[in-house]
């Protein structure tokens, strides 16, 4: 029996996830959730009192977006037997130009994070955003601390990888619009798949993690 744990992206619960289905007789499914970070908490740190909730020796980490920098890190401090990547980056080398402009700049450390703690201000002032994907973050946001949005934006921005962890699996859409394909290396391409594919697309991913994940 395998033991895979699940790590959302960021600001998700681990709802994003619910329409995934892994054989039971081969597989047994673990679900992580963001916890609040310590102010400028060192990522290193952070990860380690997240694998306090992984309980099993050897697992398969599956993570998406910025939980797929989680469950790379994650890999640095325990054994894993997978390592599955989703809609994410395997190193700083990928980053989109607008994600190096903002390291550089510190522009990310002026947006305003506390909008993201009432969706529905974002909904009456639409700001660009579609109705049902507002009420898709209603769904699947669950973290609406500005201290753990802080944290989590200077932390990617600052990530520190420069090579790929080998034997990765990255599975990727090429209709990312948050890390485009074309920044993005030895991936499983999934044919017009949105960053939120793992919501959208979960027939696919039903289709192929089993093979990927027993392989």
């Not at 992580?32 to 290193?44: G, Q």
Request: with cysteine.
């Amino acid at each position: 029996m395998k033991h895979v744990y699940f790590m959302p992206g960021m600001a998700a619960s681990s709802l994003i996830y619910e329409n995934i289905k892994l054989p039971e007789d081969k597989f047994t499914m673990h679900f992580l959730e963001w916890i609040v970070p310590v102010e400028k908490e060192p990522l290193s740190i952070y990860v380690k009192r997240l694998l306090a909730h992984v309980k099993h020796v050897k697992p398969v980490l599956v993570g998406v977006s910025f939980g797929g920098v989680i469950v790379q890190e994650m890999a640095k401090q325990i054994e894993v037997e997978k390592l599955v990547l989703i809609s994410t980056v395997k190193s700083n080398k990928e980053f989109p130009r607008r994600m190096r402009f903002s390291k550089t700049t510190g522009l990310h450390k002026i947006l305003p994070t506390s909008l993201v703690q009432s969706i529905d201000v974002l909904s009456k002032y639409s700001f660009g955003i579609a109705p049902k994907k507002i009420e898709m973050y209603k769904k699947y946001l669950s973290v609406n601390s500005s201290i753990y949005l802080d944290w989590a934006l200077d932390t990617i921005m600052n990530w520190d990888q420069e090579e790929p962890i080998p034997d990765c699996i990255h599975i990727h859409g090429d209709a990312d619009p948050v890390f485009p394909i074309k920044y993005i290396d030895d991936c499983i391409v999934v044919p017009q798949g949105t960053h939120v594919m793992i919501v959208n697309r979960f027939r696919w991913f039903n289709e192929h993690l089993p093979e990927l994940i027993g392989s």
